[in-house]
């Protein structure tokens, strides 16, 4: 079992990383928290998966438990889901102390998270990521939202998990794209802070063991999110790959999914930095590497103009200049800025 204390504005939250850890999803949060009574959401996947292990876990702890259902996917990260979510949680009567169970990926821990923070204007939640994804990167950092029909993530608020429990266990059942979702990235964060998880993505062993790997994922996502919580300032480093990743994303109508586009979108970005800066190329090879031994393809079908002209409506470049990554080497990267004016050029540079 590893456990890693996350500081947050509000206090402190851990994050519970062991093996068969959904069978006492109960004990571990009746250490955590007063209240006995929950709302568990889910999407319809891992309601049939594992809310029957975390329902009877959590009733023979004491909780008493109304359970929300959505259909699974991206497409169900709406408003409109979030409004039901609320009248649930009404309906079986939760009241300020009580709190909310995301169990299962991204989708359902942005979207309970919402839910939590404007439910009575804020109640507590408790993450159960089923996603490597989620896992390594959603379910920490208090980043809560749903998308709007403009864009992802449009809508949304900061609200910290009273804590996160991870068991590798649920990976198991994983489709192998949605795994490659998380290494890519774990990647991400290999490249961004290097160190032991540089060596094990390097050697692609990312899934051998799991408890270590998401471990350090989460402390190397903590100390962004503790610097800066609200995402002003180094937390941006996090962005690496998601300039061109989501253009690439979103130009594909999201056929493409999110890690491969990020994949695609480290390696783009990496090429254009270089270009730009006339820095030295090695950090490519390197970066192409790790993608390489872990099976992660990133050969972008696309052209810069394709690329350019949905890239301007990214939400992040709304100001007159744009915050690109510079990957000066593996635990080295800087946040440098250019102006928007140059995202074709910065675009053009990485294909
Ligand atoms: N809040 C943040 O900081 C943050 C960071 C990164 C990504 N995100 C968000 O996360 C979302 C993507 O997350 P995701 O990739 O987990 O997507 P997801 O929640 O849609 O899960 C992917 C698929 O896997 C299924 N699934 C989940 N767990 C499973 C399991 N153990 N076995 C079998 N199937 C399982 C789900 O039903 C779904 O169909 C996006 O909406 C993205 O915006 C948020
Ligand atoms: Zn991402």
């Known amino acids: 079992m590893k456990s890693i204390t996350v500081k947050a504005q509000n206090g402190t939250y851990d994050v519970v990383i062991d093996r068969g850890l959904l069978s006492r999803v109960g004990v571990l949060l009746a250490e955590r928290l007063e209240s006995r009574h929950a709302l568990l959401v889910c ?36 408003w409109n889901m979030v409004g039901e979510i609320l009248e ?3 309906s079986a009567n939760l009241n300020r102390s009580d709190f909310f ?46 998308d709007l ?6 809508a949304g608020a900061f609200h910290q998990p009273a804590c996160v429990l991870f068991d590798p266990d649920v990976i198991a059942t994983l489709p192998v794209a949605c795994v490659d979702e998380g290494k890519a990235e774990i990647i991400k964060h290999a490249v961004l802070a290097g ?7 390097l050697g692609g062993t990312l899934l051998d063991d799991m408890e270590e790997v998401v471990a350090l994922n ?33 130009f594909s109508g999201y056929t493409i999914p999110h890690g491969q586009a990020v994949a695609m979108g480290m390696v783009a970005e990496t090429k254009s930095f270089i270009k730009l800066y006339n820095e030295k190329p090695e950090i490519l090879e390197i970066i192409k590497s790790l993608l390489e031994k872990n099976s992660i393809k990133f050969d972008i079908p696309y052209t810069a103009q394709e690329l350019a002209q949905v890239a301007i409506h990214d939400k992040k470049m709304a100001s007159g200049n744009l915050n690109i990554i510079a990957p000066l080497g593996i635990g080295n990267c800087q946040i440098r800025s250019i102006p928007v004016s140059r995202l074709e050029e910065y675009i053009e540079g990485g294909l």
């Open 88 to 90: 649930k949680a009404a």
């Open 195 to 201: 160190g032991r998880l540089y060596e094990i993505a």
């Open 218 to 250: 989460v402390e190397i996502k903590r100390s962004y999110v503790q610097a800066d919580p609200f995402d002003t300032g180094c937390r941006q480093l996090l962005n690496f790959g998601h300039t061109i990743g989501h253009a690439i994303e979103k």
């Open 43 to 78: 999407d319809d996947v891992t309601a049939r998966l594992y809310s029957g292990t975390v329902t009877a876990s959590l009733e023979s702890a004491g909780f008493d438990i109304a359970t929300f259902v959505f259909p699974h996917g991206e497409a169900n990260k709406r």
């Open 101 to 146: 169970i995301a169990l299962g990926g991204g989708v359902c821990g942005d979207m309970t998270g919402f839910a939590a923070a404007v439910y009575l204007r804020g109640v507590p939640f408790v993450q159960i990521p089923t996603t490597l994804l989620a896992a390594v990167d959603a379910s920490v950092g208090g980043k809560t939202g749903v």
């Open 149 to 154: 029909g403009t864009g992802k993530n449009l």
